[in-house]
């Protein structure tokens, strides 16, 4: 069993930035792939970004502002969110996935964290 834990969650205001930390357990970190998601009030979980061995991927409404990159030395992946708006404002989840692709389906991830959440003021 895989455990993914997210940290860096908080509250911002608009146009700030933060940097989420996802922790995964397990030998073989570097043959996830990892994603991030989302789910503000009242609306659906929605992909955020992906990362396999070597590309990442990202939603059309993040992209430009996030990065998410991973440090396979530390089991560790993180998403850059910079000039961030209220409407980013969600709890963020972590996944991992044995497969090692780049995913954007949240059914397609195995493990998922507990999720942060961010908010992002006016």
């Known amino acids: 069993q895989v455990r993914v834990v997210e940290s860096g969650g908080g509250l911002v205001q608009a146009g700030g930035s933060l940097r989420l930390s996802c922790a995964a357990s397990?030998?073989?970190?570097?043959?996830?792939?990892m994603g991030w998601f989302r789910r503000a009030p009242g609306k659906e979980r929605e992909f955020v970004a992906a990362i396999s061995r070597s590309a990442t991927y990202y939603a059309d409404s993040v992209k430009g502002r996030f990065t998410i990159s991973r440090d396979n030395g530390k089991n560790t992946a993180y998403l850059q969110m910079n000039s961030l708006k209220p409407e980013d404002t969600a709890v963020y989840y972590c996944a991992a996935a044995r497969s090692g692709s780049l995913l954007s389906h949240g059914s397609d991830y195995d493990y998922w964290g507990q999720g942060t959440q961010v908010t992002v003021s006016s």
């Open positions: 397990g030998r073989t970190f570097s043959s996830y792939g």
